[in-house]
C-alpha cells in the first residue's frame, strides 16, 4: 500500500512538472506548438494477470498480520496462506551447479526449502549435500545434460525450472508470484536479458527459468549427450548457447522488468541498493563493464548474487524471520474497547495503593505517593554507572550522565 501511494505520489510531481514546463513553453513562446508524450509507468501488466489468475482460483483473500499468519500456517484449517497456496499450484524446480561445497551447503540450508524440489549438480559428489554428478566437456554440455536429466527424472510434476550457480540467491516465492498466471506449457525463458553478437539471451549470473514447454523443447531438440555435446564449445558461455538454441526455436527472453523498470533477476549483488553514486562493476565474460543503475532494485526482486555463504544465512534470517513492525502490527494500533478517562486512571491507581476512597486524598499526599515510586535523579544515575562500568570506557559514561542530568 506504501509503495503504491509512493509511486503515485512520484508519478503527479511529474505530472506537475511536466504541466509547469508546458505553461513555460507557452509563456514564452506560443507560436511553437510543443507535443509531449509522458508515461508515469512503465507498465508491465504482470500484477494485473496475476491479479486475474486469482480471481479465478474461489478464493477470498484477506489481509492478516505476521502473527495471524503464524497461526494460519500453522493451522490444518480451511485457511491458508496466499504464498502456501501457490506453493501447492505453482511448482518450482531448483536445479543449482555446485562449484564449492560451503555455497551448497548454504544453500541447501536457506533458499532451497522454498523450492518444490531441489536438484544439485556438480563435477563431483563429495560435499555434505547430494550432488549428481556430471561429466560435460564443455559448458553448454553441462546445462544440455541437466536439462535432460531433469526432463528425464521429473517431467511428471514440472512446471518451472529455475537455474542457477552457487553464489546466487533466490526467492522462490517471489517467482511463483510472477510466472503463476503464465501457462508453463507455453516456452517461456525468464531472466536479466542481454545482447551478444545480435544474440538475445538471459545471463547466466542472474540465473534464469525456463518453463515445461521450453524444457520439452530443448529435450526433443537434444535428444543425446552427444548431441549436446556437438552445439557448444568452450566454458563459460552457456547462457549464450542456450538463448542461441531458444532463438533458432523462436523462443526468446520475455522483459522481466517491474513496473519501475527494475530487474526482478539481478545478476549483481545488494551492496548498491541505495548508494549515491553510480557503480561500474566488472560483469560477464561478454561485456566487460557495466553501470548500475543506483536504487533500481525490484521489491518483487527474484535472483540476486549473494556473494558468499555467509551472506546467505543473512539474508535468510532478514527475510523470513524477523518481524518487521513497519507499518504497525494490528493488535497495538487499535483504541482499546473501553475508553478510560483521565480521571478513572489516577482514581484507580490510588485506590490500588491502599489509599481508600480517592476523593480524600490531599494533592501533597498524590505527590508523596509519586515519590516513593520513582527514583531521584541521582539514584538513577549511579544506577547506571554501576551497570556500565566494564561497558563503557569513563568518557561514555560520562556523556551519557550529562545527558541524562
Ligand atoms: C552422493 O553421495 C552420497 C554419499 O556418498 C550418496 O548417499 C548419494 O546418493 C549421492 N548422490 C547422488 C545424487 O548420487
Known amino acids: 500500500m506504501l509503495r503504491i501511494i509512493y509511486r503515485l505520489k512520484k508519478c503527479v510531481f511529474i505530472i506537475g512538472i511536466v504541466i509547469g514546463v508546458i505553461l513555460a513553453y507557452l509563456l514564452i513562446d506560443s507560436e511553437n506548438e510543443t507535443s509531449m508524450q509522458m508515461s508515469c509507468k512503465i507498465r508491465d501488466g504482470s500484477e494485473i ?20 499468519l503464524r497461526d494460519v500456517n500453522s493451522a490444518s484449517g480451511d485457511l491458508t496462506s496466499e504464498a502456501s497456496y501457490l506453493y501447492s499450484v505453482v511448482h518450482v524446480h531448483c536445479v543449482v551447479f555446485i562449484k564449492k561445497r560451503r555455497n551448497a551447503l548454504a544453500v541447501k540450508n536457506t533458499w532451497a526449502k522454498h523450492c518444490n524440489e531441489i536438484l544439485f549438480f556438480g563435477l563431483e559428489n563429495r560435499s555434505d549435500v547430494s550432488v549428481t554428478v556430471l561429466k560435460p566437456k564443455s559448458s553448454w554440455h553441462y546445462l544440455c ?6 526432463w528425464q527424472n521429473h517431467k511428471a510434476n514440472l512446471h518451472w525450472a529455475l537455474f542457477v550457480s552457487d553464489d546466487v540467491f533466490v526467492i522462490p516465492e517471489n517467482l511463483r508470484y510472477y510466472v503463476a498466471s503464465l501457462d508453463f506449457n507455453e516456452p517461456h525463458y525468464l531472466g536479466e536479458e542481454g545482447t551478444f553478437w545480435g544474440i538475445e539471451y538471459n545471463v547466466g549470473e542472474a540465473g534464469y527459468v525456463l518453463s515445461k514447454g521450453v524444457i520439452y523443447a530443448l529435450q526433443n531438440k537434444f535428444s543425446s549427450s552427444e548431441s549436446c555435446l556437438r552445439s557448444g564449445k568452450y566454458w563459460r558461455n552457456e547462457d549464450f548457447y542456450l538463448g542461441k538454441n531458444l532463438g533458432e526455436m523462436g523462443i526468446t527472453p520475455a522483459n522481466t522488468k517491474d513496473d519501475s523498470g527494475c530487474n526482478r533477476f539481478q545478476r549483481y549483488n545488494l551492496n548498491y541498493v541505495s548508494s549515491p553514486q553510480k557503480h561500474t562493476v566488472p560483469s560477464s565474460a561478454h561485456s ?7 536504487g533500481c532494485y525490484s521489491d518483487y526482486i527474484i535472483t540476486f548474487n549473494g556473494i558468499e555463504p555467509d551472506k546467505f544465512y543473512l539474508y535468510d534470517y532478514l527475510l523470513y524471520s524477523v518481524r518487521v513492525v513497519h507499518n504497525g502490527v494490528s493488535h497495538g494500533n487499535q483504541p482499546p474497547p473501553v475508553s478510560v478517562s483521565e480521571d478513572q486512571v489516577w482514581r484507580e491507581f490510588v485506590r490500588a495503593e491502599g489509599f481508600g476512597e480517592p476523593a480524600s486524598i490531599s494533592s501533597k499526599q498524590y505527590f508523596e505517593l509519586w515519590q516513593q515510586k520513582i527514583q531521584s535523579p541521582e539514584v538513577f544515575n549511579t544506577f547506571l554507572r554501576q551497570h556500565s562500568e566494564g561497558i563503557f570506557n569513563s568518557d561514555d559514561v560520562d556523556g551519557a550522565n550529562s545527558l541524562g542530568s
Do not use: G
Not at 545434460?145 to 531433469?150: F, T
Open 145 to 150: 545434460d541437466a536439462i535432460r536429466y531433469l
Open 49 to 68: 494477470a496475476y491479479r486475474e489468475w486469482f480471481s479465478m482460483q474461489n478464493f477470498k483473500k484477506y489481509p492478516a498480520n505476521y502473527f495471524e
Open 288 to 294: 566487460l563493464l557495466n553501470q548500475i543503475t543506483p
